[in-house]
Each structure stands twice: as C-alpha cells, then as structure tokens.
C-alpha cells in the first residue's frame, strides 16, 4: 500500500570545517553549507506524516563533538584531542492532532557540548509546527542565534521546498549567542 506522507527535516550545522570556543579549544563543524541532502550536522530532527493512517514517526540524531588543539598563534589545529556525543535525550517532539489534512506538533530541542554536560550553553530551539496536507506549513518559536538553522519540506518524495534558514554569519552573530544572555531569534513562517 502506498502511503502519501510528509517528510520535515530540522538540522542544525556549523558551517566551518572547525570553530575556536570561548573554553580555549576547537571543535570540528561540518564544514557544509545549506542543504536539505547534507549528510553532516550537529543535531537533526526527522518528522513523516501518514495521512492515510493518521500517524507519524519521528527521529532524532546528533554527531559526535571533536575537540582539537588550538595552535600556539590562536588558530586551530588538527590534532583530535577527544570526540564525545551529546546523545538525544532533550529532543522531543509532543503531537497535539493529526487528522486526514493537518497536524500539530511541538518539537523542542536543548542539546549541549557533550565535554561540558550540564554547564551552559545548549543549542535550543522550540517550535510549533502545523502541517497541512495541502502543502503549507507554520512554523512558529525561537531559536539561538547560532549555529546554523535550516527546516525543510517534502512531499511524497518530491523536491525539497526550504521553509527556514538562519545564518549567524549574515545575522552578525557568534558562538556566544549560545549563551541565555543573548536574545534568541524569534520566528514566524507561513510556507
């Protein structure tokens, strides 16, 4: 039986092959721009509507955190000094409906640097999606202003449609945005 479902993917990403942090080290990114394909990311969220069956899946991951040397001049060097993962616990997805044409859902997302479990910062994020079976969705929340935020769309296996990017580049944002002290980016799509 073919099943006619939606696909939503939530990444986010650090867009440099490594960043230097405010704990004196490096950390690997994923050295990637935007891309509903990328196979690298610090933290994704996959969320499948089954209209037919009126139910869903949902998954999340995150990679490994790399840590490396920083260099005498500042820059950071190649030497993996440990790897860790954050694992997934504080993702979660909470549906509210799924009928035969809309689903409402509130994915939640508090995810930190697995070298400093239980010390800030995290990368948050917390949206309500509504999904419609006619190919709109809304997407309301916040997130931190950084790292890179991207939210994509597809139907039944067709094209990705991008609903959101955010890029701390362009936004004049840095690492530090992680920290509760900075605003976070506020969001409203209609797509």
Not at 27 to 41: K, L, Q, V, W
Not at 156 to 161: C, I, M, S, V
Request: charged share 20%; hydrophobic share 30%.
């Amino acid at each position: 039986m073919l099943r006619v479902h939606f696909l939503d993917i939530i990444p986010t990403f650090i867009k440099p092959a490594k960043i230097s942090a405010p704990d004196g080290y490096c950390y690997g990114g994923d050295n990637r721009d935007f891309s509903a394909s990328a196979s690298t990311y610090r933290t994704r969220v996959d969320l499948s509507i089954y209209w037919q069956d009126r139910t869903y899946g949902f998954s999340k991951y995150t990679s490994d955190s790399i840590r490396y040397n920083k260099n005498d001049n500042g820059t950071c060097g190649s030497t993996e000094l440990a790897r860790k993962n954050a694992g997934t616990s504080c993702i979660t997805a909470v549906k509210e409906w799924i009928t035969s044409s809309e689903a409402q859902f509130q994915i939640s997302h508090s995810v930190g640097l697995p070298f400093l479990m239980d010390v800030l910062p995290n990368i948050d994020y917390s949206y309500s999606l509504n999904i419609q079976k006619s190919g709109v969705t809304y997407i309301n929340g916040s997130h931190d202003q950084y790292p890179w935020h991207e939210i994509y769309r597809s139907d039944n296996g067709g094209t990705w449609k991008t609903l959101y990017q955010f890029n701390p580049d362009a936004a004049g944002t840095n690492v530090n945005y992680l920290f509760p002290l900075y605003p976070n980016k506020k969001i409203a799509v209609s797509k």
